[in-house]
Structure formats: C-alpha cells, structure tokens
C-alpha cells in the first residue's frame, strides 16, 4: 500500500484528536527521520502504544470541544438548466472573440453538430476520470476515451487535418476561459481559409456550488474543393 504523504503525526474527527506514537529508532541511520511510514503504520486509535488521544474525559465533561466558528449548511450543485447556460455563454463568447481575432477572414464555428457531440463525449469521459482516478468506474472512462481517440478519426472529411484537445478549469467566468484559451494556443492566428473551429463545453456542477468546466477546443484544416 502507498500513501500521498510522507508522514502522519496526527489525525483527527469530530469527536478526538490523535498523536501518533509510531516512530522509527532514530539511531537507524544518520539524518533519518523518525516518524514511522504511514503505508505501515497501524490505525488503531483504541491502542494506546500507538495513538495518544488529546480530548480527555474530564474535558468531555466540561463540554468541549467547542466550536469556534458556525456551521452553514453547503450549498447544492448548481442545476443542469443553470449548467447549460453556462456552457451556452462560454461557447458564446469564444466564437465572437474567435470571429473578432480573424478580422476579415470567414470563420466557421460548430457546424458539424454531430462532431460537436462526439467532442462533448470525451469530456464526459475526462470528467469521470478526474473523479475517480482509482476505481473501475475511471478505468472504463480510461478505455473510452482511447477508444474514442481512434473512433473520431473516422468521424472528420477524408484528408482533413485536426488538431485540438481538452482543457479544464475550476470556475466557469466566460471572460477567464475566453482570455486563457487564445492566449495559450495559436487557432485562431491562422490566416487559411476554409478553416472548421471546433467549441464543445461541458459543465458539471458539485455540492457547495463547485463548477468543473470542460472545454474541448480545435480547429479542422478541411481539403480543398477543387483538388
């Protein structure tokens, strides 16, 4: 078993606190540290050798402990009508700056609504695995979207070149997703023609009003008609 710390010294709920009282001898080597590996420590919490409880009973008695500050009930996730507004607004917004960034030149933007919905597909697949990274659930969503990878291809006119990928933000403001997107890839400073942009958004909306954004940005290079 691995752990994603270093060491543990204490740990607690809301009833008690714990000190770990699990140490290596110091005198193993020079400079080692003596906190025991949490991957082999024991957890627990009713052996006295190995945990030392901070709230005695006496302290119990006195009412403790006490909370220092007030509980507000979390907020629910935001509903799915409210999430596709925002997706709505994002995927408004970066076409019409998208539009402005190319001045004179045509620009299309999400007209092959069959491949926008493939787009939105694997960005269900990256946001289940993102929530379960260790599970069978994301291992599936894994395999999906490899799948998917190789099925898309299929999916573009022959002799077309693509190129665009998945970015994910923790916030859902237009203007901050609008402003990072041009500025950390160079679609929109292509001055071909006949080029195919591509804005599929997905928002997924967690207690406490949390907002997972998933935007899949590229841009389709389509053959030329007369070749």
Known sequence: MTTPYAQIEVLFNHKQLYASKQ??????????????????????FEDENAWEGFLTTGMRAEGKPVCFYTPRRVSPKAAKDRLRTMEQAIEGEIKAQLKMARGALPTSVNTM????????????????QKVNPAN?????????????TRQVKGKVPAGSRFKGRPFNFTY???????KFLLQNTDYAASREDGLEFFVAVKCF???????STWIYYGVLDKPDKDD
């Open 23 to 44: 140490y290596y001898d110091p005198t193993l080597r020079k400079g080692a540290t003596n906190q025991l590996d949490p991957a082999i420590m024991t957890y627990d």
């Open 113 to 128: 609504k069959e491949f926008i919905g493939e787009l939105q597909q694997m960005l269900e697949y990256q946001e289940t």
């Open 136 to 148: 069978d659930v994301g291992d599936q969503a894994k395999k999906n979207a490899a799948s998917w």
């Open 172 to 178: 859902s403001d237009v203007k901050r997703i609008r």
């Open 205 to 211: 909306g967690y207690a406490g009003g949390v907002v």
